[in-house]
C-alpha cells in the first residue's frame, strides 16, 4: 500500500508546516506582519534541540521544551527590539524590516558555527510495524501525536484562557482591545511568544524526522508554512493547520507521482492560485477597501 | 432631447453580503442641475456615490448617462465617459505637486503615446506642454497657482479640498459629484467654498450632486434635494417640501436624539 | 528647456565616465577584477533603476526581480551558445522575453496589492527559477557554460539607454499616470487612469530591464546556475531601491553603487556581508523608512542649494 504511506509521510510533513504556519497566522491576525524570521525561529529552535541532546545528553521531551521556551523568548525578543517601532509604519517598511531580521538571524547563526550541516541524532528506535500494508514508524507516529497536542493546546489556549481571549480581541480591534483595558504590547508578545514556541517544536520534530539540519534550513520551509497559512486564510488559526495538512500531503503526492523536483514549485503555484482567486483563503471572508 | 435626463438612476442598489447597502435608489438629475444628497450618517450617500462612479457595480438596478448604461465600467472608464467626482476622505496625490495632481487628471484627454514620450519625440513636447498650460488655466482660476510646485500633502486643509475639485474639473466632466466638500471648513471658507462652486456651474456648464451635511448649506444652494435613509430614497423634492417633510424630519430628528444618548 | 539641459549635462557627463574607465581599462591600467567590478556596478544599477520603476514609481511591490534576471541570463545564453547568434541580439531577446514573463506575471498580480503582491511576486520568481531547475536543455541543476562577452562598452551602453528610458517614462504624463497609482490608486482610476495598464506597463518595462542585465550578467560569469537566482538574489537588488529611497531614481543608482562595491571588497567573507546588508536594511527601515533620499533626487538638492534654505519655490 504504497499510498497509505505517501499520505502518512505527507500528514507528517504537513504537520510540521501546520506548526509553523500557526504563528504565521498569528502573527498576521494581530499586527499584519509577514514575519519572515518566523521561518528563522524554526531554524533556531532546531539547533537548540540538537545541541541539547548532543551536548547535554538530554532526551527528546525535555529538549523539545528547553527548544520552546528559548524560542518563546527569542521571538519575544525579536518583536520588541524590531518590529515594536514599526507598529504604525507602512506594511511594506514592515515586510522589509522582516526580511532583513531573516537575513540577520541565518548569517548571525552561519558566522558563529558555520554553514555546514549537522546530523540530528536518533532519539528513538527506528522501529515500526506494519499498518495496512504501509511501514509506519514508531517515529512518525510520536511526531504525529506530539503535533496534534501542541494544536490541542493553542486551541485551548487561545479560546480558554485571558490571553487567548485577549489575542483574539487585539486581533479583531486593537484599539477597542486597547479601550477595554487589554494590553497591547503584552498581547502582542505572548502571540510573539506562542508562536515562536510553535515553531521551535516543529524544529525539534523536523530535525528528528528528517535528520539533516542547516542554518538556511528555515528558508523554504518557512515560505512554505506561509503559503499553508494563506492557504488556509490568514489570521485564522484553523485554517493554518489544515492548510499545513493538505500542502503537506499535496508535496507528497507530487514527489510520489514522479515530479520531485518539481515538489517546491507546487507550493508557490498553490500560493499564486489561491491569492489570485481567493486571497482569503479556505476559511477566510472577504474584505475590500473603504472607498 | 430637450426632456432626456443627463444622469437616470434606475432602481440601482447594492448587497455586501446579505447586508443591503443602498436599494432602490432612484435619481433624475437634469442638465445644469445642482442637486443635493442628504441623510444620517450610515444612509448609503457614499455608497451611491461609489454606485454611480464604477467603484461598485450595482447588484440591481440600472445606471444610464446620457442615455447610456454604465453600471459595470471600471471607474475611469466612467470618468472618461464624464462623471467625476471628490472623496469624503480627500485622497490627493500627496506626493506629487498641485500642479502634476491636475495634470494627472489631464491624462485621459492628451493624445502623446508612451512611445514617444520614451523617444522624446515632437508630439511629446507638444503634449505635455498643452497639458501643462491647461493645468496651469485651471489653477488660476482655483487661485491655487502660487502653490504650483508645492507638494499637495504641504497644502493647508481648505486648499486641499479646493485642489481637489479643481482635479476633478479637470478631468473634464459633464457631472460633478463632491462628497461633502464643505466638511472641515470654517464659515468663511464654507461660504468662499460655495461660491467657488457656483461659479464653476456658471463657467462649465456642469450639472452637480452633492452630499453634504451643513443643511444651512444644502438648503441655501441646492435647488433639487434627495433623502436617503438606511439606504433607501426617504423624500425628494424642494428645499422647502424638504424642510417640511415629516419623514425626513423623523429621520433627523431621531438621529439628534440618538447622538445625545452616545 | 531646463530639462533638455540637465539631459545633455547628463550625456556629457556619462561620456566622460564612460572614456575615462575605458581608458584604464584598454591601457592595463584596470586589471580584471576592478574592469569586472565596474561591469558589477553597471549590471546592478540597472536592476536597481528597473525596479525602482516597478517599486518606487508605480508603487507596485515587486521582491522577485531575481526571477527577470533569471529568464535575461537563460534566454539570451540560449541566443548565444545554442543559436550562435551575435550577443547583442542575445540582449535585445532576453530583455523581450523577460518583458513577457513580466506580462504574465503582472497580470495575474494586478488584482493583489502591498504584502500579498510581494509574496506572489516572490513565488512566482521561484517558479521561474525551479523550471530552470528542471530543463535539461539549459544544463538543470548543473548549469550552463556560458562565453564571456559583457565588455565595460556593453555594460554601459545597457545602462545610459535605461537610465534615458526610465527617466523619460517618469517625466512625462505616463509617469505621473504611473506615480498617481502608487499615491492613490483609488483617485486615480477616479481620475480617469487606467490604473491596470500602468501597472502591467511598469512590469513589463522594469522586467524587459531587469532580462538586459541578465543577459550582461550571464555572459560575465562562465557559467550559471538557477541557485544564483533565488530569494537572496531579488532581495540584493531589493535592497539597492530600498536604501536609496522609494522613489528616488538617483537613491538607487547611488545605493548600487556603494552596494557593489562594499559586497565586492567582502567578497571572501559573505557572511559578514550578508550581517552588514541585514542590519542595513533593519536600520534603514526603523529610522528612515522613506530610505536614505526619500522620494528626492540628486538634482532636488542642487536646487535646494542654489536657492538658500529652499523656501522660495519660485525661484529658478
Redesign the interface.
Known sequence: MEWVQQLINGISLGSIYALIALGYTMVYGIIKL?NFAHGDVFMVGSFIGFYSITVFNLGFFPALIISMAACALFGVIIERI?YK??RN?????????A??????I???V??IRG?QPEAYPDVFSNRSFAFLGAQISIQSILILSVSVVLMILLQFIVHKTKTGKAMRAVSHDTEAAKLMGINVDNTISATFAIGSALAGAAGVIFGVYYTKIDPLMG?IPG?KA??AA?LGGIGIIPGAMVGGLVLGVVETVVSALGFS??R??AA??I??LI??FR?SGIFGKNTR?K? | MENKPLLEVKNAGIQFGGLKAVQNLNIKLNQGELVGLIGPNGAGKTTSFNLLTGVYVPTEGDILFNGERINGLQPFKVTRKGISRTFQNIRLFNELTVLDNVKVAYHSLATHTMLSSILRLPSHFKGEREMEEKALEFLRIFKLEKYKDELAKNLPYGQQRRLEIARALAAGPQLLLLDEPAAGMNPQETHDLMNLIGFVREKFDLTILLIEHDMNLVMGVCERIYVLDHGQLLAEGSPEEIRNHPKVIEAYLGEEVHDDNA | MKKSKQFWLFIIAAVLVYAVVQFFIANGTMNQFYSNTFIFIAINIILAVSLHLVIGITGQFSIGHAGFLAVGAYISAIVTMKLDLPFIVAIIVGGMVAALAGLIVGIPSLRLKGDYLAIATLGFAEIIRIVFLNIDYVGGAAGMQVSHLTTWTYAFVCLVITIIVIVNFTNSRHGIAAISVRENEIASDAMGINTTYYKVAAFAIGSFFAGVAGALYSHNFYIIQPSQFGFLKSFDILIFVVLGGLGSLSGAVLSAILLTVVSTYLQGYPETRMIIYSLVLILVMLYRPKGLMGTMEITDYFKLWRTPKGGDQHGK
Not at chain 1, 89 to 97: C, M, N, Q, V, W
Not at chain 1, 99 to 104: D, P, Q, T
Request: proline share 2%.
Open positions: 509577514i524590531a517601532r514599526l509604519a507602512t506594511r511594506i517598511a514592515a515586510l522589509i524590516t526580511i532583513g531580521v531573516s537575513l540577520l541565518e548569517y548571525g552561519i558566522y554553514a528558508v515560505v506561509f503559503v494563506v523536483l518539481w517546491d514549485a508557490f503555484v500560493l499564486i491569492l489570485i486571497p477597501e472607498v
